[in-house]
């Protein structure tokens, strides 16, 4: 079983960085998406970036600008680079990779990491 092991979180000040790695223990093929997601208590998991197989990025609005997501597709790594934190960024921040199951009834799944806390408070 696929595993996505998540390095990287902790807590910082306001307007610090931090970075969040992600790795899979075994290879994933057809590999759709590789993101990242935020969950804080009472609420959805949120989409915060997101970098498709083209290399085709999308942020949430909230974290534009200041945060970066990359891959390295010879280790199907994913990172997320945040700068500038604000305590809204709070949460429990999840990898993600979608798959494209070969089964065109199926369509598409997900992996999840077991998320990272991310505290930025003063």
């Known amino acids: 079983q696929v595993q996505l092991v998540e390095t990287g979180g902790g807590s910082v000040q306001p307007g610090g960085s931090l970075g969040l790695s992600c790795a899979p223990t075994?290879?994933?093929?057809?590999?759709?998406?590789m993101g990242w997601y935020r969950q804080v208590p009472g609420k959805q998991r949120e989409l915060v970036a997101v970098v498709a197989r083209d290399g085709t990025t999308n942020y949430a609005d909230a974290v534009q600008g200041r945060f970066t997501i990359s891959r390295d597709s010879t280790t199907i790594s994913v990172y997320l680079q945040m700068k500038n934190l604000k305590p809204e960024d709070t949460g429990v921040y999840y990898c993600n990779v979608r798959y494209y199951s070969g089964s065109y009834s199926v369509g598409s799944l997900d992996y999840w990491g077991q998320g990272t806390q991310v505290t930025v408070s003063s």
């Open positions: 075994e290879t994933i093929n057809n590999i759709l998406a």
